[in-house]
């Protein structure tokens, strides 16, 4: 993935929030859509673990009929479960 991005190693090591230190924002949104490849469905659930081992309160939502590409679109949709779980942490 790398050379598309031209990305040296050193650099994507750099830019990859699983190689950081949890933050201390304690609830998080991870979500991922219906269309999305195995391997990055098993990223963002292996990133959703390593928050949730850093202490952090994740939620885990699959988005149906979506992808990376349009998934956004229900951040901030009432009546979605992304949109739903993302407008609870803005009001708490």
């Known amino acids: 993935m790398n050379d598309p991005l031209q990305l040296a190693e050193d650099d994507a090591i750099g830019l990859s929030p699983q190689l950081h230190a949890v ?6 949104v991870v979500a991922w859509g219906e269309h999305e490849t195995k391997s990055f469905k098993d990223q963002s659930r292996n990133y959703a673990q390593y928050l949730t081992d850093g202490g952090c309160d994740v939620a885990q939502i699959e988005v149906e009929e979506c992808d990376h590409f349009d998934v956004i679109y229900d951040l901030v949709t009432p009546a979605t479960s992304l949109g739903d779980a993302t407008l609870r942490l803005l009001h708490e």
Do not use: E, P, R
């Open 23 to 28: 933050s201390s924002i304690k609830d998080i």
